[in-house]
C-alpha cells in the first residue's frame, strides 16, 4: 500500500507545534488556531496513504456530551477473531478541532485476544472525532463520532514547572496475579505525567517546551504484545486499559518512553495456576 504509514514514531512536527486552539487566543495567546477537517485528512493520507476505505465495524464508547475536555474517556473496539490476519495492526484516532490532528494511535497483536482498549483524551469544543482501523490483512476502514464539549481542554496559559530537578513519575499496575491457563484478562496502567502540551508560558513569559509520554508499551515475557503512540491530546496522568490471553505463566514489563529519552518501566507477573 502506498504512503508512508506507519508515522507515529516521529516526534512533534514544527509544524504541529504551531497549532493551537481558538479558547487559547480568547485568553490572550496569539498566532494560534485549531486544527481543521483538512488537517485531519492530511494526517490520515500521511499515515495510510491514498487508501479506498473497505466496510468494517468500529464500537467506540465515549460520551456525546461532556462538560470538560480535558479527560473524555474513550473505548474502542475492532470486533475479530485475533487469530490469523484477523486482527487490527493500528487503531489511529484523531480529532478535527484540536490543536494538532491526532489523539493516539494503538498497536495490536494476536497476544492480546480481542482488539479493544480503553483511555482519557483531551477534546476542545463540538467536534468530530475519526477512528482508522488498518487490518493485518491490509484492509483500512474508518468511523466518525460526534462529541460535544461544553469547555474545551485548553489549560491555564500560565503555569509553573511541573518537572523539577529529581522529578519521576508514579506509576500503577492493576494486575491479576494467578489466572487459569487461555484467560483473557484486562490490564489497567496509569502513570502520573502532566503530558505538558507546549501551548503554556512560564512566570516568566517563555513556553514550556512540549514534553509527554511518547510511547507506551508492553512486553509479555520479552515479546511485544501492545503499544501505543500517544499524542498531547492523550489526559494528564495517561490511563491505559487493554486485554491479554495469558496461556502459561507471564512476566509482563511495562515501559512509557518520555519526549526528553526517559524511560520509565514497570513490571508485574501472572501465573497461571
Known amino acids: 500500500m502506498a504512503g508512508r504509514y506507519p508515522r507515529f514514531d516521529a516526534r512533534i512536527s514544527r509544524r504541529s507545534l504551531c497549532l493551537g486552539t481558538t479558547s487559547l487566543l480568547a485568553l490572550g495567546v496569539p498566532g494560534l488556531s485549531r486544527a481543521s477537517e483538512a488537517d485531519v485528512l492530511e494526517a490520515i493520507a500521511e499515515d495510510f496513504g491514498d487508501v479506498a476505505f473497505a466496510e468494517g465495524e468500529i464500537l ?4 456525546d456530551f461532556s462538560d470538560s475536555g480535558k479527560s473524555v474517556p474513550m473505548t474502542v ?34 497476544a492480546c485476544g480481542e482488539a479493544t482498549f480503553s483511555t482519557r483524551v483531551r477534546l476542545d469544543s463540538y467536534q ?5 482501523v488498518k487490518m493485518a490483512t491490509g484492509e483500512v476502514f474508518q468511523y466518525v463520532r460526534q462529541v460535544d464539549v461544553t469547555y474545551g481542554a485548553c489549560e491555564q496559559p500560565v503555569a509553573s514547572d511541573q518537572f523539577p530537578d529529581g522529578w ?10 494467578t489466572v487459569e491457563a487461555g484467560a483473557q484478562v484486562e490490564i489497567r496502567t496509569i502513570i502520573s505525567h502532566p503530558m505538558e502540551t507546549g501551548f503554556r508560558y512560564n512566570s516568566r513569559g517563555l513556553t514550556i517546551p512540549v514534553r509527554i509520554a511518547e510511547w507506551f508499551r508492553c512486553f509479555a515475557n520479552e515479546t511485544l504484545a501492545f503499544s501505543a503512540r500517544l499524542e498531547p491530546a492523550i489526559s494528564a496522568n495517561p490511563y491505559m486499559a487493554f486485554p491479554l490471553k495469558v496461556d502459561e505463566t507471564t512476566h509482563l514489563r511495562f515501559e512509557w518512553v518520555d519526549t526528553n529519552g526517559d524511560i520509565y518501566t514497570d513490571s508485574a507477573d501472572i501465573t497461571v495456576a
Open 168 to 177: 519521576a513519575p508514579q506509576i500503577r499496575l492493576a494486575v491479576p496475579g
Open 128 to 132: 468530530d472525532v475519526t477512528f482508522v
Open 77 to 110: 473496539t475492532v470486533p475479530c477473531s485475533m487469530e490469523g490476519l484477523d486482527y487490527p495492526e493500528v487503531v489511529a484516532v484523531y480529532a478535527a478541532r484540536n490543536p494538532r490532528p491526532r489523539i493516539v494511535a494503538v498497536y495490536f497483536t494476536p
Open 60 to 63: 467506540v464508547d465515549m460520551p
